[in-house]
């Protein structure tokens, strides 16, 4: 299929519903083809978001309603088989507006992602709330790309976006990040393979290049950036990485997003739907066209090398920008994280400050000594985002401890994503579960629960 992408036209809904921009028949001839690849892709469903938005503004004129893309899409690192990331902001909650959401849920199903993702929250109020008290979806908002919509709506989510992207947001997002998700995400393994999203150096560990350029933007007063090609041009430009870095990770980041492209693509259709797991030894890469075309003559294992050059690159760059925004306490959560790769626990326990609280609570893991902190921290009638993500990352959290956890999410309506670390928690009783199951919560985060109740919490670390 030879078609030519012209960005500068609207595609017609046929064409967008095909899948030509997944032929290697358009590939760019590119020594960054990944990158551009990328930018095709998330190009293409930025194009599918705008036409599905006019097709319904049709039927909807009194809706105040804006849309835009975040995740993958939004940072221009979209894959072949990617999720569908939309944002829907809306000027109210009226019938209207919830129908507007659900038929474009409806419409976007027809392209063929691995998964349409649209929250279920959608005022200002509401995102400038979430923003607030919640990492990871705070996070998807405030780097969501606004496609098209209402100008009073979009002015106004500007607005909310630049107050909530502060200083002291960012140290605490990469604090954590650190943290609790790289134990998180450790988990995320199968039958040893390499995960190209997860795995050290993967395009997880992409993300701390955006988030540490969006922190040197702020701290300086510019216009935080949203893509990686643009975070690292900044960081560049600030020093954060010198040129040799900065070309490397260019280089490596662009092969890291093809291998993960051809990832999904090859194992679409297999037990391995929707996860970007390739064989330790990369044997299943010789099935794509796209690797044998780039790269006739090159060992496979330079993907690896990519991957590593990654999480060196990202190492050196966490360490510094620790150093520079903490000074005395930065060596200390430097420390922590070496300790961690020892299985180490840092000491005293009794240090107050968040950020160590944080490191010994990851730290801990199977330590029985942790009670004495947990009882500590359960008395406690308002729980921070981080503390119940970091919590729920001890496995030897007790049943109650979770089912608390659990009664407060629900209570609050508005930390959803806890509930997906409540689903993958080895201790999870099914009282917990049944009550993720019948509650009025968003859809989306009863879905680990549903499937840990029907085949057991060690399923739900490979889902999608």
């Not at 010198?242 to 037990?271: C, F, H, P, Q, W």
């Not at 190492?315 to 920008?321: A, H």
């Not at 401890?401 to 999870?428: C, D, N, R």
């Amino acid at each position: 299929m030879k078609q030519k992408f012209d960005s500068k036209k609207r595609i017609d809904g046929h064409i967008l519903q095909s899948v030509f921009l997944r032929d290697s028949d358009i590939i760019p001839q590119s020594q960054y083809v990944g990158l551009e690849l990328a930018k095709y892709y998330s190009l293409n469903f930025r194009l599918t978001v705008e036409h599905i938005y006019y097709s319904l503004y049709a039927k909807f004129p009194e809706c105040r309603v804006a849309v835009g893309i975040y995740g993958s899409a939004g940072r221009q690192e979209m894959a072949a088989y990617s999720d569908a990331d939309v944002l829907i902001i809306t000027g109210s909650e009226s019938t209207q507006e919830r129908e507007f959401r659900k038929q474009f849920s409806i419409e976007m199903a027809k392209f063929g992602y691995s998964k349409v993702d649209i929250p279920d929250w959608g005022t200002i109020r509401l995102l400038s709330k979430i923003c607030s008290t919640n990492i990871v979806e705070g996070n998807q908002i405030l780097e969501s790309k606004i496609v098209c919509g209402d100008p009073s709506l979009i002015k106004s989510f500007r607005a909310m976006v630049k107050k909530q992207n502060t200083l002291e947001r960012s140290k605490r997002n990469i604090l954590f990040q650190l943290f609790c998700y790289d134990y998180y995400y450790s988990k995320r393994r199968k039958n040893g393979y390499i995960n190209v999203k997860y795995s050290a150096g993967g395009t997880r560990d992409i993300l701390f290049f955006i988030w540490i350029a969006r922190h040197t933007a702020t701290s300086v007063g510019i216009q935080p950036p949203i893509s990686i090609t643009n975070s690292l041009s900044l960081l560049f430009e600030h020093g954060s990485v010198n040129r040799s870095e900065y070309e490397k990770l260019l280089r490596s980041i662009s092969n890291v997003m093809l291998l993960r492209s051809e990832a999904l693509k090859i194992n679409k259709g297999t037990d391995y739907n929707g996860l970007s797991l390739i064989e330790t030894n990369l044997q299943s890469l010789q099935k794509s066209t796209t690797i044998r075309h780039l790269f006739p003559d090159s060992s496979f294992y330079e993907f690896t090398d990519s991957m590593r050059t990654i999480a060196k690159i990202k190492e050196k760059l966490v360490n510094g920008f620790i150093t520079e925004n903490f000074g005395y306490r930065g060596k200390l959560i430097i420390r922590a994280r070496q300790q961690a790769a020892k299985n180490k626990l840092l000491k005293p326990l009794t240090d107050n400050r968040p950020e160590i609280i944080l490191a010994n609570l990851w730290l801990i893991g199977e330590k029985i000594d942790s009670q004495k902190l947990l009882q500590s921290i359960s008395k406690q009638k308002q729980w921070s985002w981080e503390f119940m993500a970091s919590m729920l990352s001890l496995n030897d959290l007790p049943q109650s401890i979770i089912h608390s956890i659990t009664e407060f999410v629900l209570g609050k309506m508005e930390y959803g994503y806890i509930l997906k670390l409540v689903a993958q928690h080895p201790h999870t009783s099914k009282q917990t579960l049944r009550l993720i199951l019948n509650s009025k919560i968003d859809e989306r985060y009863k879905q680990l629960a549903r499937i840990a109740k029907s085949a057991g919490n060690s399923q739900t670390n490979f889902q999608v």
